[in-house]
């Protein structure tokens, strides 16, 4: 079946420009996350939405970062005014809904490609 | 300190050998420890999970906890240049869904 995707898959941008990044996760996963990923800091925590309510946003870095999600499915982060710190590859991912894990399991993270934003 | 500290590597390991990957972390409040494994390019994928403390195998992998020395590893028995990737190690409690991951470790196995 399809897999967590995201679009675009490269984004080079100036610094001072507005970027939207996509991710379409996998059909009938309740949350979906967005992380970041850059040189030197690993996998960070970004935003956690369960439906298209985000009940966690502490990992956004400053108010220029807002993510939104509809009809509890597509979700786009949207980082304005973007600076050269922004560059990192941001990945989304999508699981069932990790309140509902039976005990002793794991709802798994799956994981897209990531959108690999440039800024210049 | 970051909840999650990994060796940084790289590793490089011929055909064959052994690998043992490793990290420690700080908050015993999650449950879950989780091994993703990252190829060049592409997003990461679950290797496997364990739940508490104790050992895990699946085939070649065996991931171990050690929850008193809040210590967690990775084992890839006769490894395989396929499994050259960045492993990066993860905890989070079940309905905790946000996890902490380590900085990943690079292995290279060479033919």
């Known amino acids: 079946g399809a897999g967590v995707s995201q679009s675009p898959s490269n984004k080079v941008t100036e610094k001072g420009k507005d970027v939207e990044l996509r991710c379409d996760p996998i059909?009938?996963?309740?949350?979906l996350y967005w992380y970041r990923q850059s040189l030197g800091q690993g996998l960070e925590f970004l935003i956690y939405f369960q439906g298209n309510s985000a009940p966690d946003k502490s990992g956004l870095p400053s108010d220029r970062f807002s993510a939104e999600r509809t009809g509890g499915s597509v979700s786009t982060l949207t980082i304005q005014r973007t600076q050269q710190e922004d560059s990192a590859v941001y990945l989304c991912?999508?699981?069932?809904?990790?309140?509902?894990?039976?005990?002793?399991?794991?709802?798994?993270?799956?994981f897209g490609p990531g959108t690999r934003l440039t800024v210049l | 300190q970051k909840e999650v500290e990994q060796d940084p590597g790289p590793l490089s390991v011929p055909e064959g050998a052994i690998v043992s990957l490793n990290c420690t972390y700080s908050n015993s409040a999650f449950q879950y420890f989780m091994w993703y494994r990252q190829y060049s390019r592409k997003g990461p994928e679950l290797l496997m999970y364990?739940?508490?403390?104790g050992n895990k195998e699946d085939g070649r992998f065996t991931a171990q906890v050690d929850k008193s020395s809040k210590y967690i590893s990775l084992f890839i028995r006769d490894s395989q240049p396929s499994d050259s990737a960045t492993y990066l190690c993860?905890?989070?409690?079940?309905?905790?869904?946000?996890?902490?991951f380590g900085k990943g470790t690079l292995l290279t196995v060479n033919p």
């Open positions: 993860a905890n989070g409690g079940g309905s905790n869904y946000k996890l902490t």
């Open positions: 059909s009938g996963h309740t949350a």
């Open positions: 991912a999508s699981s069932l809904d990790p309140a509902g894990a039976l005990p002793n399991s794991y709802n798994e993270q799956f």
């Open positions: 364990t739940y508490s403390s």
